[in-house]
C-alpha cells in the first residue's frame, strides 16, 4: 500500500470519526478517557481529542511531504492507536449515558440518606446537652460543674458542625432539584 492511500484511509476514518461524533451530544465528562501517554490534548469533550487527531493527521502530512519517514511511521502508528480509542469511547457512549443516569440516580439516594444521617446526629447531640444542662443543675461541687460545662461547650460545637452539614446538604439537594 502506497504512502497516498494510507493517508486516504486514515482521513476517510478520520471523516466518519468526525461524523459520526457530530451526531453525539458533546457533553462534557469529568473522568479522563483516554490513556495520557495516548493524547497530549486531555480535554472533557471527544470533540478536543478529535481535534488533536486532526492536528497529528496534518503533522503526518507535512511529514510525508518532507520525507521524514521515522515521523511518518510514528505518526501514523498514533493515527491508528488515536482513532481506535475514539472509536472504541463513542461505541460506549449509550453506556455512559445509562451509567451518568444511574449515578445521578444513586447521588440523590446518597444526598437523602445523609441528610437522614445527619438529622439523626443532630438529634441526639441535642438530647446530649439537654442532658448534661439537666445534670449540671443537680451539680454540687464546682469541679463537677466546670467537666460539664466543658462537655456542653465541645457538644455545642458539634451540634454547630453538625448543623453546618445539614445546611450544605440540604442546599445541594436544592440545586440538585432545581438542575432537574
Not at 100 to 116: A, I, N, P, V
Not at 150 to 168: D, H, N, S, V, Y
Request: hydrophobic share 35%; with cysteine; glycine share 2%.
Amino acid at each position: 500500500m502506497s504512502i497516498q492511500n494510507l493517508l486516504d484511509v486514515l482521513e476517510k476514518q478520520i471523516s466518519m470519526l468526525a461524523t459520526e461524533l457530530a451526531s453525539q451530544p458533546d457533553t462534557p465528562f469529568s473522568i479522563p478517557r483516554f490513556d495520557q501517554a495516548l493524547f497530549h490534548h486531555h480535554s472533557n469533550k471527544l470533540s478536543g481529542y478529535l481535534q488533536e487527531i486532526n492536528q497529528n493527521m496534518a503533522q503526518l502530512k507535512s511529514c510525508v511531504r518532507d520525507n521524514r519517514t521515522v515521523q511518518v511511521q510514528f505518526l501514523s502508528e498514533r493515527l491508528v492507536m488515536q482513532i481506535e480509542a475514539l472509536k472504541r469511547e463513542l461505541s460506549t457512549q449509550p453506556l455512559r449515558r445509562q451509567e451518568d443516569k444511574f449515578g445521578r440516580q444513586s447521588q440523590e439516594r446518597d444526598l437523602y440518606q445523609r441528610l437522614s444521617e445527619h438529622q439523626d446526629y443532630e438529634r441526639r447531640l441535642v438530647a446530649m446537652v439537654d442532658d448534661r444542662e439537666l445534670q449540671l443543675n443537680q451539680q454540687i461541687t464546682l469541679e463537677n460543674k466546670y467537666k460539664l460545662q466543658k462537655e456542653i461547650a465541645a457538644l455545642a460545637g458539634r451540634l454547630a458542625r453538625c448543623r453546618q452539614a445539614l445546611m450544605r446538604i440540604e442546599k445541594a439537594i436544592e440545586k440538585q432539584e432545581t438542575s432537574d
